[in-house]
């Protein structure tokens, strides 16, 4: 149904601009194949831990004292 309207207007345009909607239109075409669930590789599934060590900070030995600028609300 779409594709007489797509004609009618492509043979309104100037063959420059026929050519940018052929480019278009082929552009379209790779990216479609490109999405195909076939050759989608399978999404891996991230595993909790594997990090597990590699970002140690040291932590001040007054870490879970309040802090001065809360002392007021602690009150």
Same mark, same amino acid.
């Not at 479609?32 to 989608?40: G, L, N, T, Y």
């Not at 990090?51 to 809360?70: A, S």
């Given at each position: 149904?779409? #594709? @007489?309207?797509?004609?009618?207007?492509?043979? #309104?345009?100037?063959?420059?601009? #026929?050519?940018?909607?052929?480019?278009?239109?082929?552009?379209?075409? %790779?990216?479609?194949?490109?999405?195909? @669930?076939?050759?989608?590789?399978?999404?891996?599934?991230?595993?909790?831990?594997?990090?597990?060590?590699?970002?140690?900070? @040291?932590? @001040?030995?007054?870490?879970? #004292?309040?802090? %001065?600028?809360?002392?007021?609300?602690?009150?």
């Amino acid at each position: 149904m779409i #594709q @007489p309207i797509i004609l009618e207007k492509l043979g #309104q345009l100037p063959e420059s601009l #026929q050519t940018e909607v052929l480019n278009y239109i082929e552009f379209l075409l %790779e990216k479609k194949v490109k999405i195909s @669930p076939q050759e989608e590789p399978p999404k891996k599934h991230r595993v909790a831990g594997t990090m597990k060590g590699m970002f140690v900070l @040291p932590l @001040p030995d007054d870490f879970d #004292q309040p802090l %001065e600028d809360f002392k007021e609300y602690m009150e």
